[in-house]
């Protein structure tokens, strides 16, 4: 018979999958992907959140991972910087459009009223195919162009529909740099394309909510109407809502965790994942 897991049983699960109960035997990259991402907008905190992890983590495997282009630095959820591997950045950006399309509509939406975006952004890709360019050089080019529209406006535009990465030394600990804008498609050599990520972002947390958590990207509403209508397999265990929990069938190789089990203290910045559905665990 199915655990139905309550709110506590759900947030010792979390805990497990962020793999905050107990440090794990893997590389940076292979918790990152496990996460899919890390929450970047302080350039420092995913260091601090893999050693928070991991029993072995050198701030030179995530350096060098970076200046490798493997990882890569982006806005994403919440439009908000995330480290990801170069394949998610592939399949998370255009989730994440319609949520950077709603900032511009929101709170731009004075500054941009009768502005063709595309003409901008087109604007921005020429620029960026010079040169990397810092967002002050950005936004005084683009200032240039268009002098009675207001700066910051133009340079978000730019953000938002065209991919950017922010390039190395940003970010890279121990030597660091001012952001630095390049094409996400040239960095990285290939253009955003979204396969099937479903799964494995469920796998980075508790099985999605009865009620959507959030609705700053598409990939939350995804989560939140396959919760409603399928039975959800999240890293070992097949998940249906009801009205007093989750019916959850537990793998071998993935048991329920036991509420018994102590929860260390850990150093972990907030927000360090961008699955949509992360919170402070209960319990």
């Not at 970076?66 to 910087?81: D, F």
């Not at 709170?107 to 890709?125: I, Q």
């Not at 529209?149 to 535009?157: D, G, I």
């Not at 890279?172 to 390049?182: D, E, F, L, Q």
Request: charged fraction near 20%; aromatic fraction near 6%.
């Amino acid at each position: 018979m199915a655990q139905v897991l309550g709110r506590r049983e759900l947030g010792r699960a979390l805990l497990a999958r962020q793999m905050l109960l107990e440090r794990a035997d893997a590389t940076a990259e292979e918790a990152i992907i496990q996460l899919v991402g890390m929450q970047a907008q302080a350039p420092y905190a995913p260091y601090f959140g893999l050693w928070s992890r991991l029993r072995k983590f050198d701030t030179a495997d995530l350096a060098d991972a970076l200046t490798g282009r493997r990882l890569v630095r982006i806005a994403l959820m919440r439009s908000t910087v995330h480290l990801v591997t170069t394949a998610d950045y592939r399949s998370l950006r255009p989730w994440a459009q319609p949520a950077l399309d709603r900032e511009l509509d929101t709170a731009f939406k004075t500054t941009l009223t009768g502005l063709d975006r595309a003409a901008v952004a087109a604007s921005g890709r020429a620029l960026l195919d010079a040169q990397h360019l810092t967002p002050k050089e950005l936004v005084a080019a683009l200032h240039e162009r268009w002098p009675d529209r207001e700066s910051h406006a133009l340079a978000t535009v730019v953000r938002n529909l065209v991919p950017l990465i922010q390039v190395p030394p940003r970010a890279v600990w121990g030597v660091g740099g001012t952001t630095r804008y390049a094409k996400a498609a040239d960095w990285t050599g290939v253009e955003p394309a979204p396969p099937p990520t479903l799964i494995r972002s469920c796998c980075a947390t508790s099985p999605p909510s009865a009620r959507p958590r959030s609705k700053t990207s598409r990939l939350g509403l995804v989560l939140h109407d396959c919760a409603r209508s399928w039975k959800v397999c999240v890293r070992g265990w097949w998940s249906s809502a009801t009205s007093t929990g989750w019916n959850c069938s537990t793998s071998r190789t993935h048991p329920a965790p036991a509420l018994t089990r102590p929860r260390p203290f850990v150093s972990c910045p907030s927000t360090t994942t961008c699955s949509p559905h992360t919170r402070t665990a209960p319990g």
